[in-house]
């Protein structure tokens, strides 16, 4: 009898201690912020809010977005990288600031591939040529005809020095063999206001960025730096086509967190932010940005990071540009 008494009360202490564990939380059970490295209008930005704004609504998760930017987009990717790894805070990341900004400053405070982690990919979109709309130029060809009667004349803006962006517009000039003169601003919003008044001849922007003043009739889209043609604008056309074969140069966003992010609640924003790409409603959304959505898995979004980031360590060896 003393020995069932003392079975019994072992029981029962093990079913009260194992329901005494406390109960795993489930995410999230506050509001998210969503870190924008660059500032307000530009490619990530309208791409940033329209993630946020779409889990807030589909998901019934609180997503705020802040933007953080300076520094080619590397201040914000910084904030995230310092973030406690808790799931409440995540950044947008591409590769101006993932992949390039690592080899440009020689002073970064962070290591992409060991200091985040990947979350979910949210969309790719070439970079696009564009001048204003009552431009001379009406090609490509016609940008490189003047540039070679005149080296140094043609000016083109773009979001910041060291950004993918700056650099597909360097790595045209050199397959063209041309002299234009790069003006640098800091975001796509003020570089567009200048190519819009007049005061440089060319941009070289993100899709997103400019999208809405190409379908105003404002601007003029000369090509596409993507292999194949945007489905948002299919009669535009790409470098490639223009005569300088196998060009190349397009960027990708994508939803990172600081490393150190318990796993589950990586998979969980994946799982969102994946069946919220399958929407008809988002596609839509995205496509109108001139961006095209791609859903993928942590590891996925993970490798395309690492490959990204040894490619482009050449590029920008190549290209010799640095920033202290």
Request: charged letters at 15%; proline letters at 7%; zero cysteines.
């Amino acid at each position: 009898m003393i020995r069932k008494l003392l079975t019994l009360a072992a029981l029962a202490l093990a079913f009260t201690a194992a329901h005494a564990q406390p109960q795993a939380q489930p995410f999230p059970t506050k509001p998210i912020r969503l870190i924008v490295p660059f500032p307000p209008g530009g490619g990530t930005d309208i791409l940033s809010r329209l993630v946020a704004s779409k889990l807030t609504e589909v998901s019934k998760w609180t997503v705020v977005p802040d933007n953080r930017a300076g520094a080619g987009g590397t201040i914000g990717i910084a904030e995230a990288v310092r973030a406690a790894p808790t799931g409440y805070d995540m950044v947008m990341g591409q590769k101006d600031n993932m992949v390039v900004a690592p080899w440009l400053y020689k002073n970064l405070s962070y290591e992409p591939t060991r200091d985040l982690a990947a979350a979910a990919h949210v969309a790719y979109t070439p970079v696009v040529i564009v001048t204003r709309a009552d431009s001379k130029f009406k090609t490509l060809a016609d940008v490189v005809a003047a540039a070679r009667a005149a080296p140094d004349a043609i000016t083109y803006g773009s979001p910041g020095n060291g950004t993918t962006i700056h650099l597909a517009g360097e790595i045209f000039k050199s397959a063209a063999n041309i002299k234009i003169r790069h003006v640098p601003y800091k975001g796509s919003n003020a570089a567009m206001m200048d190519v819009l008044a007049g005061n440089v001849d060319l941009m070289v922007s993100s899709l997103p960025s400019a999208m809405a003043q190409i379908q105003a009739g404002k601007l003029r889209p000369l090509a596409v730096t993507s292999a194949r043609r945007s489905s948002s604008m299919p009669d535009v056309p790409t470098v490639a086509e223009s005569g300088y074969k196998d060009f190349d140069v397009s960027t990708w966003y994508g939803l990172f967190m600081p490393a150190g992010t318990p796993k589950e609640i990586v998979a969980t924003v994946n799982a969102e932010v994946n069946r919220l790409l399958a929407t008809p409603e988002m596609k839509a959304a995205i496509v109108a940005q001139g961006a095209e959505p791609q859903a993928m898995t942590p590891d996925q979004l993970q490798t395309l990071l690492k490959n990204d980031y040894l490619k482009w360590k050449t590029i920008v060896q190549a290209s010799g540009a640095v920033i202290e």
